[in-house]
C-alpha cells in the first residue's frame, strides 16, 4: 500500500515558510543593531562643531547611492515606476528618513536625551493602539502583556528618574514615533512590484535632498567644518564617522529592516526594533565609555521578554496552513 504524500507539500510549505520569517527575524536584529551604532559614532563629530543637518544630509545621501542600483534596476525594468510608486517612497523619504531624524533631535535639544528617546520608542504600542482603533478587534492577551513588559523595560533601560518633560519636545517626539510607525507601515508594502532594495534608495535619497534643502536655505543650521573627532579613543578624520555611519550602519540598517519587515510583519518588526535601544547601550559603552547601570540591565531583560510574547502570539495566529501571516495594519493608499 502506497503511503500518502498529500501532506508532503504542506510540510515542505511550512518548512519554507518558517524559514522566510527566521531570515526576516534575523534581518530585523541586525538592522537594530546597524541603526544602534549611528548615534555614539556621530556623536564627536556633532560635538567638533558639525550640524545636524550636514551631517544627516551627507550619511543619508551616502546610503542611498550605495542603494542606488537596485532602485536604478526597478526603474528599468517597469515601467512607470515613478509615477505608480513615487507617492510611497517620498512618504518613506520624510517620515522614516527626514521626520524621524530631525523630530527626534529637535525633540532632544528641549529635554533629555532618555526622555525623547522613550516617547520615539512608543512606535510598537502607537502601532498595536492604531490597529485596535482601526480594526476594532482588541489584540490578545500575549499583545497587551507583551507591550506592557516591553514598555517598563524600555523605562528602566533610558532611565528618566528626575527627568522633567517639555511640552513642545513631547509632541516633537511622538512626533518621531508616528514617523518610526510610518517607517514599519509603508516598508511592510515593499514586494516584487516595489523592491525593497528600491524603495530604501528612493527614500533616503529623497530624505537627503530634503534636509540638505533645508539646511543650505537656512531654515535649519548647516555648517560642516573640516576637524578631527575622537572616535574609540583614536583621533580621526571628519570624514571617517560620516563613511562608517553610512556605508554600513545607515546602509544596512535601511536595507535590512525594509527587507524584515515584509517578512514578519510591521507589529513583530516595531517590538524587534526596540532592541536599537539595548545595542545602542552598548556602543555608547564600547566607544564612548558609558557604562550601564544594574538597571538598564533588568530594563534589557523585560525588553526581549516583551518581544518574545509579541513573537508568540504572531505565531499562534498565524493560519496553519503555513501560509504568511495576515495583514496586521490597514493599507497604504496608492497615488
Known sequence: MTAPTAPIPVIAS??????????????????????????????????AGWSLSAGLSVRMGL????????????????????????????????????GCQLLFFAAMQRMP??????????????LVGFVWWSTRRAPSRLVMVGSGVALVGLVLVVNIAGAQFDALGTLMALGAAVCMCAYFVISEKAGPDLPPLALAS?????????????????????????????LAGVTVAWFVPLVIVACISTTLGYALGVCAVPRIGSRVAS????????????????????????????????????????RLDADATRPTGGGPESPTLPAVPAP
Open 271 to 310: 517590538f524587534v526594533g526596540l532592541s536599537e535601544v539595548l545595542f545602542a547601550l552598548g556602543f555608547a559603552w564600547l566607544l564612548l565609555g558609558e557604562a550601564p547601570a544594574p538597571v538598564q540591565f533588568v530594563g534589557g531583560g523585560l525588553i526581549l521578554l516583551g518581544v518574545v510574547l509579541v
Open 202 to 230: 528612493g527614500g533616503l535619497l529623497f530624505g537627503a535632498v530634503s534636509i540638505l534643502f533645508l539646511g543650505v536655505s537656512g531654515v535649519l543650521p548647516f555648517h560642516a567644518p573640516a576637524v578631527s573627532v575622537e
Open 63 to 98: 546610503a542611498g547611492l550605495i542603494l542606488a542600483p537596485a532602485l536604478v534596476v526597478a526603474v528599468t525594468r517597469q515601467r512607470h515606476f515613478l509615477r505608480r510608486h513615487g507617492f510611497l517612497i517620498a512618504a518613506f523619504g520624510l517620515t522614516a528618513v527626514t
Open 113 to 126: 536625551v532618555a526622555v525623547a528617546l522613550l516617547i520615539q520608542y512608543l512606535a510598537p504600542v502607537i
Open 14 to 47: 511550512t518548512i519554507a515558510t518558517g524559514n522566510h520569517r527566521a531570515l526576516g527575524l534575523g534581518m530585523a536584529v541586525i538592522s537594530a543593531l546597524a541603526f544602534s551604532a549611528s548615534g555614539p559614532v556621530m556623536k564627536p563629530l556633532f560635538e
